[in-house]
Nanobody
Framework: QVQLVESGGGLVQAGGSLRLSCAAS????????MGWFRQAPGKEREFVAA????????SYADSVKGRFTISRDNVKNTMYLQMNSLKPEDTAVYYC?????????????????WGKGTLVTVSS
């Protein structure tokens, strides 16, 4: 069964940094787009960043551009989200997702496969 497992969440002060990881269970995702979403308490899920596994092409939400960087390691079958200059409004559960279509992740905010999420809390 295909699995996505996030890690790296935690508590950090505003202005700090965290790196999230998403380990994929299968190399099937080498042809997929993968992305990060987040959902804050009482708010809808929102797109954060996405990357095409094959060529590294990436896309970001305006709210995180210049602060977050998405990347992937083909050998480790792992995707990362480096989060710098964190703000209290970045507090949310962050989910890893995978889909054959980048557009579905970026535009529709949906995907075929999801991780269970990791909590990021940014204190002011």
């Amino acid at each position: 069964q295909v699995q996505l497992v996030e890690s790296g969440g935690g508590l950090v002060q505003a202005g700090g940094s965290l790196r999230l990881s998403c380990a994929a269970s299968e190399r099937t995702f080498s042809t997929y787009a993968m992305g990060w979403f987040r959902q804050a308490p009482g708010k809808e899920r929102e797109f954060v960043a996405a990357i095409m596994w094959s060529n590294g092409m990436s896309s970001y939400a305006d709210s995180v551009k210049g602060r977050f960087t998405i990347s992937r390691d083909n050998v480790k079958n792992t995707m990362y989200l480096q989060m710098n200059s964190l703000k209290p409004e970045d507090t949310a559960v962050y989910y890893c997702a995978a889909d054959r279509r980048l557009g579905r992740i970026v535009v529709v905010n949906d995907a075929d496969y999801w991780g269970k999420g990791t909590l990021v809390t940014v204190s002011s």
